[in-house]
Each structure stands twice: as structure tokens, then as C-alpha cells.
């Protein structure tokens, strides 16, 4: 052995040394410190946790594609999600509320299949929370108009938020400045058309109906404030 | 099996898993080989896992479940991933030598989350092949 | 018993130049029930506290190693270079070569424990044959990988059951191969440590170069 080999020789015996040292006892009990890794894993997809839908409901197709796009998100499974959405809107193209539930939905849905990756990740948390107030609602018999509002006046909040972080996210990726960006930065108060490229755009109905809902919101606000008021 | 990278390398590898995973909101990230050795690992700061252990079950993991993928004739899965309570891990090929493992909670979505691993990986296969 | 071993190639640990870090992989392989986790139990019982990490053991219900026992601990700065040790066991049995094939991925060293007992004299062939098959197909040489015979249970000659004498052990296991071996216990603990620092010292030997 040469030099440099007795000198690594030494510094790994010594190493050796403070790790192992020249006990040798007898070896103590072990059979509580070992882990044991058990040997199952479940792989099953997340079957409807919030599951309150039954199975012959007319959202089931709808269901079925939400819970698809939370385990991957492709082409094929956006435009199945997007063919339930259209189904249901035709379906219940007289329920204003339902309707603007769908195009929410729809809405976000389009956005994801556009931006795929570069999607704002909070996108999905939307379609989520969206889809499942939806079923809330379709589902239960005792729901009164107000309660239905009320959720979807808490889903359009929420798309609202959506969109301003999207706008925050555009503003730090400055080689994408469509007229997106100008939309997104319009006051909220106004009535406006949702022309956004990011939001895909919406038809002149579903325009005024999202109009209509803010209008909603702006006076439900003022006349909060009103009644405040007069109770002074 | 034999590779090596230079530090520029693992410095462009970070930087992929920084700006594209843990950026997310995902909560550790490892790259490793198929040997279970770590190349490269991020994690938010927040979670204090025995890497070291992990990698070499993942890796056994990983290889045992691609036997069995070609046993029942596939060339292998498109999904490796358990779902647990709080939080759930995915694991995705790099190349034929390495595996890049992400641990994450129910705030990121799955799907979404494989889209950025995919994107991730197609970087990461041009660094390492550079 | 021990021989220095002259003229093995270098091994091709895992190095990592940006944190300054050295992988080494050791691999117990050898005959199912031989004492290959028996080594890496001893070994934990005895130094945990230095160790400080767990003993990860995947086992059947029949307490037989299915997958890998897995012992990882940190050996401190060599040469600049912070070297974390991992000790992996194969299952045993015949049935799980396609496990010992994985687990020898990446390997550089190995420590063979043969077993003493007589009547498994053939197993501890036909184990050290199919080593030297799954290095191959991993392309290791079993000649040139570093390399440590253990001959487990000893002991138990003492409670009158036949073992294999050492001359005919050294013969049939090491004859060609020309490596390291020491009479062991693994139950008891003799000789556990010896081997592991041997081969510790022969990894560490073979990857030097790379270290420079």
C-alpha cells in the first residue's frame, strides 16, 4: 500500500472508530425499532368524496368528467367536460341560476383547455368548488331561490378572484399582453362584456347574464348598507 | 448505469424543480436514480422527511412495479401515484435512470400536477442529456 | 481469517459534486435465512444512537425479508467529501431474483453470508453463483467488485448441530475469488462489525479515485 492509500486507510479507520468503536456487548433487543413498511397501497381514483349526487342524476355525466380532469387533464377529457356543461345548459336553459352556474363552470373549463399547463393553478380549485355547489344545489329538495343565489353569488366571487390573479400572473409574464390584461383591469363595478381571451369569450347572453348577476350583487351591497343606515 | 453531472447541470436541475414544482405549492420534491441515490432535492421548508430512506424504497418501488408492468405487457404505467389523507405522492420516469418523486398535499391538484411534472421532465431529460 | 485483497478496479459510487457528497451502496447477499438481516439488526441494535436513522425493513408475515432491509447512516468527511453509507440485505430465496436483481443496482460492495450449517453448504453455492449472474447483468464483475465473505453461525457448533469446517468453506467459496472472510455470529454479534469495516474500507479503497 503507498502513502496516500494508508493515509484514506487511516482517516476511514478512524471514522470507523467513532462510529463503531470496540464495543462488543451483546446485542440488545430491537423488535420496537424497526418500521415495518406495510406491503398495500391503494391506487382507487378519490370516487366522489364529497359525493352527494345519486347515480341517475342528470349531472352524473357532469360529475363523471370533473373527476376525471382532477386525475388528468387533457384535451379529450376538457371536451367531455365541456359537451356535459352544454348538455346541462340546454337542459336547464330556463333556470337563470342553474345557467350561470354552467357557464361558470364552462368558462373556467374553456380556460383550462387553453392555458393547459400555463393554466393559474387556482383554476382548478374554481371548477371544483363550482362543481360542487352546483351538485349541492341540483341535489337538494328543500332549497329555497335565496339559498341558490346565495351560492352562486359565492362561485362568482370566487371566478372573480380567479381572474384578478390571473391578470397578477399575466402582469409578471409581460410577453403575453392580449386584451386580456385591458379587460381584467376594467373596475368591477361597471357592467361590462367579458371579452377576455383568457376567459374565452363568452356569447352576448352569457355576457348580460354575468351582467345581470354583478348588477345583483351591486344592489344586494347597496341595500345592505341602505338598511344599515336606517337603522341608525 | 454509470453518469455523472456537472455542477452547472444540478444547478439547471434545481432551478426547473424550483420554478416549475415547488413554485406550485407542492411540498418536497427528489430526483434520484435508479439506484435510490438523491440528485437533486427541494422541499418547502416545512416537511422533514429521512430522504435517504425514501429514495431507496422508491426506487425498489419503481422497479418492482415496472416488472411487474411487463409481466402483464405493458412497456410500463402512466400513472405511479398513492393518495393519502393529508398528503400524496407521484412518481414519474426521467429517461431510463431516473425518477423524479413529488410529495404534495390536497391543495394541488393531481391532474394539474402532472402536467407540470411532464413539462418538468422534458427539461430536465435536456439537461441531463446536454 | 483476512486477506488483503490486491488489484480490484475502482468502484463507481455516487458522487455528488454540488453538495459534496459520496453515496456508497453495500449489498448483503447470500443464502435465504443465512443472517443477512441478522447483520444489519446487530448493527443497528448496537449503534442506533449513532446511527440515528431507522432500520427500514420490508418483510412477509413469516418475518422473511421480501423486498429490502435498508440501513443508511453517515460515515462524516473523507477527503472533503461527506460519505452516507446505505446498507441494503436481499431477500434470500430463490423466488425473489428478480428483487435481488434491482436491489444490486448501483451496488459497490458486496458482503457474501455464507451459511455454516452443512446442510446448506449447496444454497450458499448456488447463491454465490447467482451473484455473480445479477452483477454481470448490471455489469459488475463479481471478481473485481469489493468483497467480504462472512461465515455465518458459528456458534452453533458449539450446541453440537454440523457445520462446515472453515478449510472446506474457504475452498468451495473462495478459492478463486481470494477475498476478505471472517468467522461470524450475526446473533451474537461477533464479527458483524469486523465485516462491515472491512468492507467499508474496500469500497471506500475502490472509489478513491474518484474522490480525487
Known sequence: MDKKEDALAEEVQSRLKDLFGEKEEAPTSMEDERISVPMEEEETPASGENSVAPEDSPITGLKTAILSIDWEISDELLNVLIEEIDKLENRYKDD????????????????????????????????????????????????????????????????????????????????????????????????????????????????????????????????????????? | MDYSLSQDQLNSIEEVLQKGLMELGIHCVVLIDMAGNIVANLDNGNVEYDIYSLAALAAGNFGAVSAIAQMIGEEEFSLLFHKGEKESIHFSKVLADFLLITIFGHETSLGFLRLKVAESIEMIEKILES | MNNDCIGRDFSMAFVNVKKKEVQVKIVYYGPGRGGKTTNLEYVYSKFGEQIKTDLIAIKTQGDRTLFFDFLPFDMGKILGYDIKVQLYTVPGQVKYNATRKLVLRGVDGVVFVADSLKERERKNLVSLKNLQENLASHKKNIFKIPLVLQYNKRDLAELGIPVLPLETLEKRLNSKLKVPSFEASALAGTNVVATLKKIMLLTMNSIEKQLK
Open chain 1, 96 to 232: 337563470k341560476d342553474l345557467l350561470l352556474f354552467l357557464q361558470l363552470l364552462g368558462s373556467v373549463g374553456k380556460y383550462i383547455k387553453k392555458r393547459k399547463v400555463n393554466a393559474h393553478p387556482g383554476a382548478i380549485k374554481v371548477l371544483n368548488s363550482v362543481y360542487n355547489s352546483l351538485e349541492e344545489v341540483l341535489v337538494s329538495e328543500s332549497i329555497t331561490e335565496a339559498e341558490k343565489r346565495e351560492k352562486l353569488l359565492v362561485q362568482v366571487e370566487e371566478f372573480k378572484k380567479l381572474k384578478e390573479k390571473i391578470a397578477l400572473k399575466k402582469t409578471d409574464t409581460p410577453k403575453k399582453k392580449d386584451a386580456a390584461v385591458q379587460a381584467e383591469r376594467r373596475p368591477t363595478e361597471e357592467t361590462r362584456e367579458e371579452s377576455s381571451e383568457d376567459m374565452s369569450s363568452m356569447t352576448p347572453q352569457e355576457a348580460l347574464a354575468y351582467a345581470l348577476s354583478e348588477i345583483r350583487q351591486v344592489i344586494r351591497d347597496e341595500f345592505k348598507a341602505l338598511k344599515g343606515e336606517l337603522k341608525k
